[in-house]
């Protein structure tokens, strides 16, 4: 958060750890029998770890259900991701079962319940000065990019709206993100239906060609 805004700060926090204690209780059996359907019908580890990247982009551990399987080709390498996918998987995917392990996250203070989802370590080199603005909050569980579109969102236009989300951010909007997230995960609005993120690895954005200034006698001049 910003230190140029110190109540919006302790107000959020304030809310997110209420929030994560009040639906702690209501979640607990849900987590519980999910981690031993995962397990059951993926193996173990039921819930993994991620190194991702957080406020101020210090790297921090987010905990998921799993939707994979482990396989290999006949080499040793990890098959493709639809090829490890399982429908079990896809619907953890579709309805963000599987993020519910992040509610610990918010508990510890890593994450909130609402802002710009956390990214690989290994994006952060690639983000722009602009989209780097993204990292002045703390991840959230869902986001303004994450109602706006979900997975089906180009990285672009995905950063964008994260950075939109810090220059916006307000007690008001969050609430607001917050109703219009159930709403999409109820629809199951903007999740493809492979439950993977079409979109390759983010590499940066590419910066736009110059254009050359059309001399009076060409055909493009005046």
Known sequence: ???????YCFAKRTLDLLGALVLLPFLTPILLILWILVRLKMGSPAVFRQERAGLDARPFWIAKFRSMV??????????????RITPFGRMLRR????????IWNVLK??????????????????YSPEQRRRLD????ITGLAQIAGRNILG???????????????????????????????????????TGLDPNQKFRGTAPAKPQDDPSPGSPDGP
């Open 95 to 102: 309805t963000s079962l599987d993020e519910l392990p992040q």
């Open 1 to 7: 958060m910003t230190p140029s805004r110190p109540a």
């Open 109 to 126: 203070g890593e994450m909130s319940f609402v802002g710009p989802r956390p990214l690989f370590m290994e994006y952060v080199p690639h």
């Open 155 to 193: 990285w672009e236009e995905r950063l964008r709206l994260d950075v939109e989300y810090v220059d916006r951010a307000s007690v008001a909007l969050d609430l607001s993100i917050l109703l219009r997230t159930v709403k999409k995960v109820l629809k199951s609005e903007g999740v493809p239906p």
């Open 70 to 83: 482990d396989a290999n080709d006949s080499e040793g390498n990890p098959l493709p991701d639809p090829a």
């Open 137 to 140: 909050v703390k991840p959230g």
